[in-house]
């Protein structure tokens, strides 16, 4: 079984958001997956589950750094981090990033959540894209789809298939299960 961790230590980066849409995607092309929130805050729209005969776990971290974060990288096949495009985001995750390079050798995927055509996110990206070199990068546009598509407890790519959230969220998840080692939805 693959795991694929999601993980940042700041909380409102999009974490549960980019763990249900990965969820939603092998639920769609019917891998049979398990699922654990492991935020006492909750915010997924899927609840803990494990299913026998599940190719793949997708797990939603906590919004803080904890004990048991090490013991998760270290089970980690991929690390999946989301991140705003903010000036208030650089130090939070470049500790997230110390902590996957101490304790896991996963391959990781920087999800930048709520990216837009303002100076502040394409300031963000000119930076990060010098510090990321060959690491994985995908974007997820800030949109109202992704409320809306939440308000409906269904992902994006249901609500609205043809918009613009709806084609990078299948970007994301489509990048995220190639490097797992699945094939593409």
Same mark, same amino acid.
């Given at each position: 079984?693959?795991?694929?961790?999601?993980? *940042?230590?700041?909380?409102?980066?999009?974490?549960? /958001?980019?763990?249900? !849409?990965?969820?939603?995607?092998?639920?769609?092309?019917?891998?049979?997956?398990?699922?654990?929130? %492991?935020?006492?805050?909750?915010?997924?729209?899927?609840?803990?589950?494990?299913?026998?005969?599940? !190719?793949?776990?997708?797990?939603?971290?906590?919004?803080? %750094?904890?004990?048991?974060?090490?013991?998760? /990288?270290? !089970?980690?096949?991929?690390?999946?981090?989301?991140?705003?495009?903010?000036?208030?985001?650089?130090?939070?995750?470049?500790?997230?990033?110390?902590?996957?390079?101490?304790?896991?050798?996963?391959?990781? @995927?920087?999800?930048?959540?709520?990216? *837009?055509?303002?100076?502040?996110?394409?300031?963000?990206?000119?930076?990060?894209?010098?510090?990321?070199?060959?690491?994985?990068?995908?974007? %997820?546009?800030?949109?109202?789809?992704?409320?809306?598509?939440?308000?409906?407890?269904?992902?994006? @790519?249901?609500?609205?298939?043809?918009?613009?959230?709806?084609?990078?969220? /299948?970007?994301?998840?489509?990048? @995220?299960?190639?490097?797992?080692?699945?094939?593409?939805?």
């Amino acid at each position: 079984m693959k795991t694929i961790l999601v993980c *940042n230590q700041k909380g409102g980066v999009g974490k549960s /958001l980019v763990a249900d !849409e990965i969820a939603f995607s092998f639920e769609r092309s019917g891998i049979p997956m398990s699922f654990y929130d %492991l935020d006492a805050q909750g915010g997924t729209l899927h609840k803990t589950r494990e299913v026998d005969g599940a !190719e793949v776990a997708v797990v939603d971290t906590p919004g803080a %750094l904890q004990e048991a974060l090490a013991d998760w /990288l270290k !089970e980690a096949d991929v690390v999946v981090i989301p991140t705003r495009t903010t000036s208030r985001d650089i130090e939070p995750l470049m500790r997230m990033r110390k902590a996957v390079f101490k304790h896991s050798r996963a391959k990781i @995927v920087y999800v930048m959540n709520g990216w *837009n055509r303002f100076k502040a996110s394409r300031d963000f990206m000119e930076w990060f894209g010098g510090l990321a070199g060959d690491q994985t990068v995908v974007t %997820l546009p800030q949109s109202e789809a992704f409320v809306q598509a939440g308000a409906g407890e269904q992902s994006v @790519v249901e609500y609205d298939r043809r918009g613009k959230a709806a084609k990078a969220t /299948l970007s994301m998840v489509n990048t @995220v299960r190639e490097i797992a080692g699945f094939p593409a939805e």
